[in-house]
Every structure is written in C-alpha cells, then in structure tokens.
C-alpha cells in the first residue's frame, strides 16, 4: 500500500484545519472544517473502512456541517460586527500548541498500541452485518437521536430568532 495518498490526505486534513482555526471569519472557517471532516473519511477509505467513512460522510460533512452552518447564518446579528484583530504571534501560539499536544498524544497512542505478542485475528465484520444491526435492535435508538438532534436545532432556531415587539393599542 502507498503512502502518497496517506501523506496527501494528511496535508489536506490537517491544512484545513489549520486554516479553520487561523481564520476570523466564522463562515469560512465552517466551510474548512467541512473539507477537514472529508480528508477524516478520505483517510477512513484509505485505511479500508468504507463502513465509517460513510457513515463520516453522511454524519459530519452531512448532517452537523448543515446545523453548524444553518446555526451561524442564524444566528449571525444583521449589523457588522467590528473585527478585532489579535496578534499575530498568540494567534499563531493558541493554534500551534494544542496542534503539537494532539500530535504528540497520537504518536504516545501509535507507539504504545503495538504489542509484543502476536496479533489476534481481526473479527469477521461486514457492512451487511453493522447496517442488519442499527436498522434491527437499535432502530429505536437511531430515531430518538434523530428527534432528539431535531428538536435541538429547532430550540436553537426559537434562542437566536429576534424578539418583536408587542403592539399594545
């Protein structure tokens, strides 16, 4: 297996993000996490688990991008707030310290996960089998969560709505 396309996946998940974290405005900075969340999938296809790399897709670059850009283009006020613009170099310290600290928790994680004894054969897992098991027993537990996400935009949309005055004769 190659790892060109594992080392362009890489600079195009972490780039976005990158960017996302770096950029004032808000919109721009959504659109960036939504391609970031699409490099997550890209990787999960490479690794070959289609399964979790569609389920990435329609979750994240899906579902919560929308609530996460419907929630800023509803919330946002109709005047312009005034940009305050930070130093460059705190800027730059508060994206690049926590971005070193995830690193190095993940190449702790990838170094430790190896083990000494020989490895046990993965289990005999389908798409057919996940996809029997949510839509059998969990049914239930997909469809309160869907309410649940629902019902929680929907109060989201009723906070950032703007109060009308009462017209009192």
């Known amino acids: 297996m190659s790892l060109l396309p594992l080392i362009i996946i890489m600079l195009l998940t972490l780039g976005s993000a990158a960017a996302a974290m770096m950029l004032r ?4 900075s959504a659109l960036l996490l939504i391609l970031s969340w699409a490099g997550i999938a890209a990787f999960y296809l490479w690794a070959g ?5 569609f389920a990435q897709v329609l979750v994240y670059v899906g579902a919560v991008s929308m609530v996460v850009l419907f929630a800023v283009l509803l919330t946002r006020r109709s005047r312009v707030d005034p940009e305050v613009p ?9 994206a ?15 170094l430790g996960a190896f083990p000494e004894t020989a490895p046990q054969p993965a289990p005999e897992l389908s798409v057919k089998t996940i996809g029997l098991s949510l839509m059998g027993p969990q049914t239930a537990s ?6 649940l996400l629902t019902v929680a935009l929907l109060g989201a949309i009723v906070i950032a709505s ?3 005055p009462e017209n009192k004769p």
Do not use: D, Q, T
């Not at 690049?96 to 994680?109: H, W, Y």
């Not at 997909?142 to 309410?147: D, H, K, Q, R």
């Open 25 to 28: 405005n808000l919109i721009h």
């Open 162 to 164: 703007p109060e009308k």
């Open 96 to 110: 690049v310290f926590p971005a070193a600290l995830i690193a190095g928790l993940l190449i702790g994680a990838v």
């Open 142 to 147: 997909l469809l309160v969560i869907g309410i």
């Open 49 to 53: 688990a289609e399964f979790v790399a």
């Open 86 to 94: 930070a130093p460059a170099m705190k800027r730059l310290f508060l």
